[in-house]
């Protein structure tokens, strides 16, 4: 897929970075229910079908857009009939610590039953376990106040929303099971962007108005969600001007971000470098998941999925 290019401009000057075209491919309703059901060992349309509780047409655009994004590859098993199957690709298989580290915030933080959700056991120490984020630089566990983000040469807002239309971008019927609360940060252009604004420490309604050229009606409507699902609290401030700051589940989502914008820069860097430097301590961040049980890093081979 092209990025889109204003006239004149070279096609990396301008134009989505990184994080707006890992958040476009990842941003959809079901994009991350495909991707755990492929994660989970499905690569058959059948099998697809079986896991999701969607039409066969939308599944079929669904894996056709995934597979223009690169996360799938086409793989034909039988010839006559042609039939083909759905394999992850490298990147596509990159996906798993965002899966990871969604289905831990939604099962800490999320309103739904305790014990929706599987647990997750780690093959290596034999234990349920929870993820824990560190730096693979220098092995400390990590969260938002350790890291410090700058834009790097492809950054800054505007390069980083996801665009609106995307090819073959099918719309969502309804809204699937397991990762409600996510969606609501991911699920929306805008959504993402003002979180992120938010963990670079933007508090207040015109400085997002500003600095995020939002159209007014959709910031508000977005600070809303945000604030419905218990991410962002309001706060009046000494000069009577409302703020918005994160709750410990908006703060929890860290996890999530440092996963998806990392797995963003490896999959759609471009020339002039990245959209995002994370900086832990005196060295460049690289997100790692861990096992809260035995401390060893976690591998997807290595993850097993307890149904109850
Ligand atoms: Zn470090
Ligand atoms: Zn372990």
């Known amino acids: 897929m092209q990025p889109s290019t204003e006239q004149g401009a070279t096609p990396t000057a301008t134009g989505p970075n990184a994080i707006a075209r890992g958040l476009g491919a990842l941003g959809d309703e079901w994009s991350l229910q495909v991707l755990r059901a492929a994660h989970a060992g499905a690569t058959r349309f059948g099998r697809f079908q079986e896991q999701l509780p969607v039409s066969a047409a939308s599944l079929a655009a669904r894996l056709a857009f995934l597979s223009d994004e690169g996360l799938f590859t ?60 560190v730096c693979a630089e220098c092995g400390e566990p990590t969260d938002r106040h350790q890291v410090r983000t700058t834009w790097g040469p492809t950054g800054g807002w505007a390069r980083s929303v996801p665009e609106t239309t995307t090819r073959r971008r099918p719309r969502s019927p309804r809204r699937p099971g397991e990762f409600p609360e996510t969606m609501a940060v991911f699920g929306n252009r805008w959504a993402a962007v003002v979180i992120g604004a938010v963990f670079q420490g933007l508090r207040r309604y015109s400085e997002f108005e500003t600095t995020l050229k939002i159209p007014s009606n959709i910031l508000s409507e977005r600070l809303r969600v945000l604030v419905d699902y218990g991410l962002l609290r309001t706060e009046v401030s000494a000069e009577g001007r409302r703020e918005y700051r994160l709750t410990d589940k908006g703060t929890a989502f860290f996890p999530v971000m440092a ?41 997807a081979a290595e993850i097993e999925i307890v149904r109850d």
């Open 74 to 133: 086409r793989r034909i098993y039988q010839q006559n009939p042609i039939r083909a199957e759905y394999v992850l690709t490298p990147q596509g298989r990159g996906t798993w610590p965002i899966l990871v580290a969604i289905w831990a915030w939604e099962d800490r933080w999320a309103d739904h039953p305790r014990g929706a959700l599987p647990t997750r056991r780690h093959r290596t120490c034999g234990h349920e376990f929870q993820p824990v984020l």
């Open 259 to 299: 996963t998806t914008l990392n797995w963003a820069e490896r999959w759609y860097s471009l020339p002039e470098g990245p959209a995002m430097i994370w900086q832990h301590h005196d060295h460049a961040l690289v997100p790692r998941l861990d096992c809260d049980q035995c401390g060893e890093p976690l591998a």
